[in-house]
């Protein structure tokens, strides 16, 4: 799996919008753009994937450049329940690869969202 | 419909003790994933099982570590002799028949949180 680069640390207002970006300049054509977050502790929580268009669902949006090497995750309006280690994962899409299931989990970035 | 299940949350051994944590999927979900989180570390892939399957191991330590997931019941990960290393939370996660899903979304338990005196 292709290696992704996070900050290690970010600070958002609440009720602004929370931007947070990932390199991933070698990932390759079948390989998708995963991101999760783990909240203090529990379980790590899906948010969306993407493979080259931009997605958004109802908990964020994801924004892939037109090369794929990187990405930036965006939370429309961060709450203090935002507040969390998130990861971005590359993965590759194809189902038949063996050990292709398994995420590989980085340092990610850890969310602070401030009052 | 519930969520993967974990149990027990937290469990405490002794050196040389066996530990047994169980994992039930999320209802119709055949392939489970095991991940340990070391104190103040990340997430580390350890093994994917299907039904009666093992299909990748290669995150397991070579010993006292092992894994399965019975045809009927919950996955097992089982560590023998544990020692003070061992000490971690144990993640489980789920998903659905890779007929059912395109992107191999993984669903997380709450983990077992495991100390070793």
């Known amino acids: 799996d292709a290696k992704t680069t996070q900050p290690p640390s970010m600070d958002c207002a609440e009720g602004r919008a929370a931007n947070l970006p990932c390199n991933h300049s070698t990932i390759s054509g079948n390989e998708y753009v995963y991101w999760y977050r783990q909240i203090h502790s529990q379980g790590p929580q899906y948010i969306i994937h993407g493979l080259k268009n931009n997605e958004t669902n109802e908990m964020a949006s994801l924004i892939i450049t037109e090369d794929r090497k990187s990405s930036t995750l965006i939370l429309p309006h961060a709450t203090l329940r935002d507040t969390a280690v998130y990861y971005c994962i590359v993965r590759a899409g194809d189902k038949i690869i063996q050990g292709a299931q398994k995420l590989v989990f980085g340092q990610g970035t850890r969310l602070t969202i401030n009052p | 419909n519930a969520g993967v299940m974990q149990n027990p949350r937290h469990l405490v051994r002794r050196r040389g003790q066996e530990a047994r944590l169980r994992c039930s999927p999320m209802?119709?979900?055949?392939?489970v994933y095991w991940y340990r989180q070391l104190p103040e570390e990340g997430l580390k892939f350890m093994v994917y099982?299907?039904?009666?399957?093992?299909?990748?191991e290669s995150g397991m330590p070579k010993e006292r570590f092992s894994a399965e997931f019975p045809k009927e019941g919950p996955s097992i990960l089982r560590i023998q002799q544990v020692v003070r290393g061992d000490s971690a939370a144990y993640f489980c996660a789920s998903s659905p028949p890779h007929a059912l899903s395109s992107y191999n979304e993984q669903f997380f338990g709450p983990g077992t949180r495991l100390t070793v005196l």
């Open positions: 099982l299907q039904k009666e399957n093992i299909i990748d």
């Open positions: 209802k119709g979900h055949s392939h």
